[in-house]
């Protein structure tokens, strides 16, 4: 299969090349833009950056992991040893959340988030008034062609996949898991049986991106602003 010939962005530090594209989405109103990309490619840090530069006033993050499922619902169903994977995700909740933010009739709409230190989701933390003009939502599977994926990816104006190199994304994920507390083994071991296996499956959805964005160094604060 040939891939499609998607845009490419290379950022070192700076992301101040993708502000004006991002101001443009916004002119003719509300605009959702999703950031995809594999565990530990950099999706939070560059949402959370551009949100930085639009201010609390114009942008809001809803992320895509406040739809995990619980972990009692992970262990009812068998999959608690999956978590991360397509189907620990409420995806049609996701669909059904992106719908009424990009219709926008109602004064605000309550998102949830995902709490790291807890491995949970937490419901209605997230306020998306209806004056706010950019929704950057971030996440795993934007991409995928699961019926609930796509579905909420006709609520997105673009998608955007983070892409990074994958030695320094395998070491942002071991040590993101030792940090919320699994022993080095451990977080290796979960690393190459679930993160990985996750992150080929998002790879084959790479060419579906409006736009790839290389990330070779860490993001610095910008002098763009809103």
Not at 54 to 65: S, Y
Not at 105 to 123: F, H, K
Request: glycine residues 10%; hydrophobic residues 40%; charged residues 25%.
């Amino acid at each position: 299969m040939t891939l499609r010939d998607v845009p490419t962005i290379v950022l070192d530090g700076h992301a101040d090349p993708l502000v004006p594209r991002v101001r443009s989405l916004t002119e003719g109103g509300r605009a959702i833009l999703g950031i995809c990309g594999p565990p530990g490619a950099g999706k939070s840090t560059l949402a959370a950056w551009l949100v930085g530069i639009f201010t609390a006033q114009t942008a809001r993050l809803v992320p895509m992991d406040g739809f995990h499922l619980s972990d009692a619902a992970l262990r009812a169903q068998g999959l608690a040893d999956r978590k991360g994977a397509p189907e620990t995700f409420d995806a049609d909740g996701y669909a059904a959340l992106l719908t009424r933010i990009r219709q926008a009739d109602e004064p605000v709409v309550y998102a949830p988030d995902y709490d790291r230190a807890l491995g949970e989701p937490i419901a209605a933390v997230v306020a998306v008034e209806r004056e706010v003009p950019l929704v950057l939502t971030e996440g795993n599977y934007l991409l995928s062609d699961g019926p609930g994926w796509t579905r909420a990816r006709r609520q997105m104006d673009e998608v955007w996949f983070v892409d990074v190199d994958p030695d320094l994304r395998r070491q942002r994920l071991v040590e993101r898991h030792v940090r919320f507390g699994r022993s080095p083994e451990a977080a290796e071991r979960w690393v190459d049986g679930v993160d990985e296996v996750n992150a080929a499956l998002i790879a084959d959805s790479r060419d579906r991106a409006d736009l790839v964005v290389r990330l070779d160094g860490d993001l610095i604060p910008s002098t763009a602003g809103g």
